[in-house]
């Protein structure tokens, strides 16, 4: 009897011992996933350092384009690669572009009659973007205006500028001076593409390295990188800004900025307090400088008793 419990002692012993040790076991194997799920949490945290939400997508190019009505090589690899640049740069820089629709809708209305007065293709609007954002802004070189002339360049073509009155900020007489520069670049190179190439790096710049690298179109030659860029720049303005939804940006037209309605009238004598003018039309100064960029000073000298064309807001 001694001997059978004894027996009986040893097995349950063994059971026991076994037991343990497989209980042992499933311990390690639950800490091990809990680790390997530690692991993996981990991994899934350091993914992205953003909202889950948040992507940057390469852009599709589109299958064809044109400038002016002029095709763009888009079966040239380098084309391909220079759009690809400024669509991304264009696409991804949102809050400019943005804006750029919204003063678009402010001032295209007014800039595309006057193109298509003065003979020139609506797309060179884009040019006018490209140029200026369609804000004040003069350029660390000195350009200036909607078209951002130069100073001597717009003297050269019959625009005042000076101190008192810079008729660069004029969107009338700037867009006729810019028409002018265009069609003459047009006449000499035979292509819209060129002709704004020219307006970026001077027709000077242009004809010499047409010469130097025998070719006859903008997409063939090796320019500075301001130029090399200019073209693609517009070109990816013009897809971004005609298919903003395309592109993700996403407003209601309420968004957009206007211009305020205007009556004109014309002044052919000096203003020496254009504050005082100003309250004469039941308007501010800041509302009379807002429309009439071309003034720079708070008064107008026109000793010359030259014919100024004066927008004056209506409320």
Not at 12 to 31: D, G, P
Not at 121 to 145: M, N, R, T
Request: contains cysteine; proline residues 4%; charged residues 25%.
């Amino acid at each position: 009897m001694q001997v059978k419990l004894l027996r009986i002692f040893y097995v349950l012993s063994f059971l026991s011992i076994v037991f343990l040790l497989l209980n042992l076991n499933n311990v390690k194997t639950n800490n091990n996933k809990q680790i390997t799920s530690l692991k993996d949490t981990a991994i899934i945290k350091t993914e992205k350092n953003v909202s889950h939400l948040y992507e940057v997508k390469a852009v599709k190019l589109p299958q064809q384009m044109e400038f002016a009505g002029e095709s763009v090589p888009l079966n040239q690899l380098d084309v391909q690669e220079r759009l690809d640049r400024e669509l991304l740069v264009n696409t991804y820089w949102q809050s400019n572009g943005l804006l750029l629709m919204k003063r678009a809708n402010k001032f295209f209305p007014l800039l595309e009659p006057l193109l298509k007065k003065h003979g020139l293709p609506d797309d060179f609007k884009y040019l006018c973007v490209a140029e200026s954002a369609l804000i004040q802004v003069p350029s660390y070189k000195g350009a200036a205006g909607y078209w951002h002339f130069m100073p001597r360049t717009g003297k050269e073509y019959g625009l005042e500028v000076n101190s008192n009155v810079d008729e660069r900020y004029n969107l009338e007489l700037s867009t006729k001076v810019a028409a002018e520069y265009l069609k003459k670049a047009k006449n000499k190179f035979g292509s819209w593409t060129l002709a704004a190439a020219a307006y970026n790096a001077g027709g000077g710049r242009i004809s010499k390295r047409l010469k130097e690298q025998k070719v006859t179109n903008y997409y063939d030659l090796l320019l500075n990188p301001e130029t090399g860029r200019y073209v693609f720049r517009i070109l990816a303005l013009k897809e971004i800004m005609s298919n903003p939804k395309k592109y993700g940006f996403v407003f209601d037209q309420e968004d957009l900025y206007t211009f305020p309605k205007v009556k004109e009238i014309l002044v052919d004598y000096p203003i020496p307090d254009l504050a005082d003018f100003a309250k004469q039309y039941n308007i501010t100064y800041k509302e009379l400088k807002l429309v009439n960029p071309w003034l720079r000073e708070t008064k107008l000298n026109n000793n010359s008793k030259k014919e100024y064309t004066i927008k004056i807001p209506i409320h």
